[in-house]
């Protein structure tokens, strides 16, 4: 998988590591992780999670705009079945698609799947808006994980927040008011959306995109 070298450069850089302590992190020797590094290419996925984990970011994060899914075209319930590597996607329109979401209802049929070798989630629904430049875009498609455990958050990553009311892309941090979340559009964002955890009907991880001006 290729990736964003130069970002993950910076990252280290920020939490004051050295490439060597990030290889033992990894477990994986010095040279293994430059290799990686120099030819700008992970071999294994589940290491860039761990890898993201370390940073305290999220593995999209970490991608290469370059790393796009394949849209696998129409398949039938039966074929997506039987390939765990098929992700639906759902178009999300009118009310019983956002309370889909959270009451473990079912879809209509797919409008189609994606082949993403390795990453693991849950479904795909198309992100619309443009505050979470550059790493979405209006049109992009997000493949979303379902967080099933809510008594810990990943902070400082990007979510799909559902309430009853609606679905909100946005980064989650840390509020210092109890049972109180903050939603940024961007890290250092200073347009901040306080949400009450009670509020929230589910939350999904955004886990890969498939940026549409690569489809």
């Given at each position: ?40 290419i992970f ?64 879809f209509d ?107």
């Amino acid at each position: 998988m290729k990736i964003n070298k130069e970002h993950i450069k910076f990252l280290i850089k920020k939490r004051t590591l050295k490439q060597k302590q990030v290889a033992e992190k990894l477990n994986v020797t010095q040279q293994d992780f430059n290799n990686w590094m120099f030819r700008g290419i992970f071999p294994h996925f589940n290491k860039l999670e761990e890898l993201a984990a370390i940073l305290e970011t999220d593995v999209t994060n970490l991608y290469s705009l370059e790393n796009v899914a394949d849209p696998a075209g129409k398949y039938s319930n039966n074929h997506a079945s039987k390939n765990q590597d098929m992700v639906p996607l759902f178009e999300m329109e009118g009310e019983f698609g956002l309370a889909a979401l959270w009451m473990n209802a079912s879809f209509d049929e797919p409008k189609d799947y994606l082949h993403i070798p390795g990453v693991k989630a849950d479904l795909f629904i198309t992100y619309f808006g443009n505050g979470m430049e550059p790493q979405l875009s209006n049109g992009d498609l997000i493949g979303l994980r379902k967080i099933v455990d809510q008594s810990f958050y990943n902070y400082g990553t990007t979510h799909a927040i559902v309430t009853q009311e609606q679905l909100l892309i946005k980064s989650l941090q840390k509020s210092s008011k109890k049972d109180i979340l903050l939603l940024t559009n961007l890290e250092y964002d200073e347009n901040i959306i306080e949400i009450p955890t009670k509020a929230i009907k589910a939350l999904y991880t955004l886990v890969v995109v498939v940026k549409r001006n690569l489809l």
